[in-house]
């Protein structure tokens, strides 16, 4: 639920849906910056053939390792803000 300005509201229950509610709004967040990078790169490949290799050869290994580091900040941050 969303405020007049925008911004979440904490909503009473459980824990455990908290946490539900937060990994389903982590996910949706994660598909979205997928398709702006996957926009991105189509766009790139189009003017800079062989962009795309190019782009995942960089990406691949620091973005997986980053992705795993802030799912777990994220869940220690809202663990901590709601305990």
Not at 1 to 14: A, D, I, T, W, Y
Not at 56 to 62: A, L, Q, R, S, T
Request: proline letters at 4%; glycine letters at 4%.
């Amino acid at each position: 639920m969303l405020n007049n300005e925008g911004h979440r509201v904490p909503q009473k229950g459980s824990v455990s849906d908290q946490i539900d509610l937060l990994k389903k709004e982590d996910e949706t967040l994660y598909n979205i910056l997928a398709v702006d990078v996957w926009a991105l790169a189509k766009t790139m490949e189009e003017f800079h053939p062989g962009f795309w290799v190019a782009f995942m050869k960089i990406v691949k290994k620091p973005s997986s390792a980053l992705l795993v580091k802030l799912s777990k900040l994220s869940l220690l941050i809202f663990a901590a803000l709601h305990f």
